[in-house]
C-alpha cells in the first residue's frame, strides 16, 4: 500500500514541470480542537488540464486507521468553479465510490474555498444512501 502511494506521489511530481500542482484538504469537524481539523484529510492533486484533475487525499478506514483515497474532479462548464466530484478508497474502491458536485471560489492568490456535496454510490445495509457536505480549501500552484 505504502509502496502504491509512494508510486503514485513520485509519478505525480514528475509530471510537475509542465502542470498545474494543488493542495487540498477538507474541515473535519469530528476532530479535536487542533490542526487535525484541517489536516485529517489532506492531499495532492495533479490538474491534468483544464477540465480534469486526480490525486490522493488522506482518510479514515472503517477501523478508523490512517488510509488513503484516490479522487477525480471534472470540470463543468455550466458555472464556473463547478465541479463533479469522484472519490474511492484504494482497498474496495468498487464498493465505498463517493460522487458529488462542488464549486471552488477563488480567495486568494491560488487559495480557493471548496464546499461540496458527495453521497455514496451504493446503499448501505438500511438501503439509504446519506451523504456529506464538506468545506475544503486548496492551494493551486
Known sequence: MKKLFLTAVVAL?????????????????????NMDKLTAHAGIGYVVNDAITVGAVRA???NGDDAYEIFGRYSLP???GMYAALQAPLSDATDNM????????PIWN???IEP?????IQADENDEREGK????LSWRF
Open 116 to 120: 461540496n456535496y458527495l453521497m455514496p
Open 133 to 136: 457536505f464538506n468545506i475544503g
Open 78 to 80: 455550466m458555472v464556473d
Open 13 to 33: 511530481f514528475s509530471l510537475a514541470a509542465s502542470a498545474q500542482l494543488m493542495l487540498v484538504t477538507t474541515y473535519d469537524g469530528d476532530q479535536e480542537e
Open 110 to 112: 491560488g487559495l480557493h
Open 98 to 105: 463517493r460522487i458529488g458536485v462542488g464549486v471552488s471560489f
Open 60 to 62: 479514515k478506514d472503517a
